[in-house]
């Protein structure tokens, strides 16, 4: 169901990792990039900007098909594929926080003037 931004930081925060089972391409990822910036593995189809965001193995898994997303989550629970919260976490705020933006946002600020 419907949850509000208290709700989904709370889900995000107590889960093992995020997964979206969704086939259409998503423009933004946004719930990719939440999850990383709560540390948290990330797992979904290939399709739109998840894969500008999910780095396989390192912050997640993007897997073709439903099998192979399948076959990861299950090797995710199983131990055979670990990751670092921490490191996702710390990579996420490097990649998509308030200093990188402001530094893009400035650049192209500059660029246009």
Request: with cysteine.
């Amino acid at each position: 169901g419907q949850l509000d931004r208290e709700g989904i930081e709370r889900s995000i925060r107590e889960a093992s990792c995020v997964v979206s089972g969704s086939r259409l391409p998503e423009t933004f990822g946004l719930i990719a990039l939440e999850a990383i910036s709560f540390g948290k593995p990330f797992f979904g189809l290939k399709s739109g900007a998840y894969a500008e965001i999910v780095e396989n193995g390192k912050n997640g898994l993007l897997a073709d098909d439903f099998q192979g997303l399948e076959n990861a989550l299950r090797g995710f629970f199983a131990g055979k594929m670990p990751f670092d919260t921490a490191s996702i976490r710390k990579a996420a705020y490097a990649d998509y926080g308030k200093k990188r933006y402001l530094e893009r946002f400035d650049r192209i600020v500059k660029g246009i003037f």
